[in-house]
C-alpha cells in the first residue's frame, strides 16, 4: 500500500494496485475503505480482533468488485440483470466531507448518475453512502430520484463478517421463514438457531430488526442491527464453492460469514418504487458484546 496524502488527523489517502484506498486510523478504531465501489474493507475496533472480514486473495482491480469487506449491492440485488448485483460496488465513489471527534470518524462518499451507469440502468440517482465508525460500526446507503420518471430498485450490504470457526459459529434472530437458494428458492421454515456446517444462501424474509452472530471461538457477539430491509441474506460457501473461487482461499471459508442487510427483489419490476425527489436508504450497525 503507498501513501499518498493526508485528510485529516484520523484519514490518510493510499493507493493499493492503483485503487484509491481511505484508511482511517482513530483514539476508537482502525478502518479502510475503497473508493473503488465505495466499499469498507476493514473495521477494527481498538483491542478487539477484526470484524470485518477480507480475503487474503482478494483482487484489487477496476474491473470486479472486491471479495470481502462490505460490497455495495445496488441497484439491484443478485443476478436479475448484469452486471450481477449491480454497478454501485464496481463504480468509482468520490468524497463528499468528513469529521471526526473524539468519538467517532465520519465519511460521506457520493455516486451520480452518468454515462456509464445509465448504459447498464437508464436511471437518474444520487446515492450517498455515509460511514460511521467509532467503538461501532454504521453504514448507511441513502439513494434519491434526481430524474423526472419513477425508478425500482432493490440491493444489499453485503457484509463479510470476521469469524474465528464457522463451525463453532451459530446465529440467531434472523426468523423462522427463508428463501433457499441453494433449492431453486424453495420457501422453508425453521425453528432453530443457524449453525454453520454446510454450504448456506439463505434470504430470511422476516429478520429480527437485530440479528446475532455468536462468535464463540473469538469470545464475543456481533450485533447487526439493520434498518430500511424487507430481508437479510446469510451466505457461506463452504468447501467446493471456496476452492473454486480465484479470490478466496480454499480454507476462507472457515473464517467467514455473510449476513446482509437487503432490499431483496425477485426481478427488477419487482423493486422497491422511488418517485421523483423522494429518497430511501438502506442500513445496517455493528456492535460487539461479550459472550456469555
Not at 460521506?108 to 454515462?115: F, H, M, T
Not at 447498464?120 to 420518471?149: Q, V, Y
Not at 453485503?158 to 470457526?165: K, Q, R, V, W
Amino acid at each position: 500500500m503507498i501513501f499518498e496524502e493526508t485528510l485529516s488527523p484520523s484519514i490518510a489517502r493510499h493507493s493499493m494496485n492503483g485503487l484509491p484506498i481511505l484508511k482511517i486510523q482513530s483514539p476508537k478504531c482502525e478502518a479502510a475503505i475503497s473508493l473503488h465501489g465505495g466499499h469498507l474493507i476493514q473495521f477494527k475496533p481498538n483491542g478487539h480482533q477484526d470484524v470485518i472480514w477480507l480475503s487474503n486473495k482478494a483482487i484489487f482491480s477496476e474491473e470486479k468488485a472486491i471479495r470481502g469487506g462490505v460490497p455495495v449491492c445496488w441497484p439491484w440485488f443478485g443476478p436479475v440483470s448484469s452486471p450481477s448485483h449491480g454497478f454501485a460496488r464496481i463504480s468509482s465513489w468520490q468524497v463528499l466531507d468528513h469529521e471526526e471527534n473524539e468519538q467517532a470518524v465520519t465519511l460521506r462518499l457520493k455516486l451520480s448518475a452518468s454515462k456509464e451507469t445509465r448504459a447498464l440502468w437508464p436511471h437518474d440517482f444520487s446515492a450517498i453512502l455515509t460511514f460511521t465508525m467509532g467503538e461501532t460500526l454504521r453504514i448507511d446507503l441513502e439513494m434519491i430520484n434526481t430524474g423526472e420518471s419513477p425508478w425500482q430498485w432493490s440491493g444489499a450490504l453485503h457484509t463479510y463478517f470476521n469469524i474465528a470457526e464457522a463451525t463453532e459459529t451459530w446465529i440467531t434472530g434472523a426468523g423462522a421463514s427463508y428463501i433457499d437458494s441453494l433449492k431453486n428458492d424453495r420457501p422453508c421454515e425453521t425453528s432453530e438457531a443457524l449453525i454453520i456446517n454446510q454450504s448456506i444462501d439463505r434470504i430470511y424474509t422476516a429478520p429480527d430488526e437485530t440479528i446475532a452472530i455468536h462468535d464463540q471461538g473469538n469470545q464475543r457477539i456481533i450485533q447487526v442491527r439493520n434498518q430500511g430491509h424487507n430481508s437479510a441474506v446469510i451466505w457461506n460457501p463452504w468447501k467446493e464453492l471456496s476452492r473454486s473461487m480465484g479470490d478466496m482461499s480454499d480454507d476462507g471459508y472457515e473464517t467467514m460469514v455473510c449476513v446482509e442487510a437487503t432490499r431483496y427483489a425477485k426481478d427488477l419490476a419487482s423493486g422497491s418504487l422511488l418517485m421523483p425527489g423522494e429518497k430511501q436508504s438502506l442500513s445496517t450497525e455493528i456492535s460487539l458484546t461479550s459472550a456469555e
